[in-house]
């Protein structure tokens, strides 16, 4: 579950004063300006220290202070070599990047981290559920949820027992729609995504709700 945290973390884990004045000062330094700790730490669930941690590897990844999808791409794909994990890492960049401007900035990047670490399930839901829902349009339509399954499956490889078939990932998508789609028109809604996730965990788990994302 940390793969992804990872490759924005540091070794380095003591904390010396004239670190953390060198942070404030580089925060203000880059191309991008994050917001200050202080209103990160109000607006997450992670401490001061644990963002000077996540920012100075994010720093090191995107010294720009920004990553852009290609980036993205490259970084998520160093581990899942075995399979094609780019289309899921758009689709992953897409539910990061709120404000759809074609870039994860290190706010967008801990704001998204804070909940899928250490969110409340409904939290985590609602982010998952933003994840799958492809266009934005407040639905997912069965499309959507096969194109996400797809993408996982095809992330994952050859290192799944026993090999998946082709025509696994939309078996499981007709059972999971018929399941969601409590009104069968044709659409989930959020409430419908949350009950019936929060009521059946096995489909929680087996679509890959979070242990891929991280």
Not at 61 to 80: H, L, M, R, W
Not at 188 to 195: A, K
Request: glycine share 4%.
């Amino acid at each position: 579950r940390t793969h992804f945290v990872r490759c924005f973390s540091v070794k380095q884990t003591s904390f010396r004063r004239p670190a953390l004045v060198e942070d404030e000062l580089e925060l203000s330094a880059v191309r991008h300006r994050p917001e200050g700790l202080e209103q990160l730490e109000a607006q997450t669930r992670f401490s001061r220290k644990e963002l000077q941690i996540l920012y100075r590897g994010f720093k090191n990844e995107c010294p720009s202070g920004v990553v852009n999808e290609e980036t993205f791409k490259d970084i998520y794909a160093q581990f899942f070599p075995q399979g094609d994990a780019s289309t899921y890492a758009h689709f992953l960049f897409n539910a990061f990047d709120t404000d759809h401007n074609g870039s994860v900035s290190f706010e967008d990047f801990v704001m998204g981290l804070s909940i899928l670490l250490r969110g409340t399930v409904q939290e985590k839901l609602i982010w998952a559920f933003n994840l799958y829902d492809i266009n934005k349009d407040g639905y997912i339509t069965k499309e959507e949820m096969l194109d996400i399954m797809k993408a996982i499956y095809d992330m994952m490889g050859k290192c799944t027992y026993p090999v998946l078939k082709e025509e696994t990932p939309r078996q499981h998508v007709e059972v999971f729609f018929q399941k969601m789609d409590k009104n069968k028109d044709g659409v989930v809604t959020i409430d419908e995504f949350i009950d019936c996730c929060q009521n059946d965990e096995n489909i929680m788990r087996s679509m890959h709700l979070f242990e891929n994302v991280l």
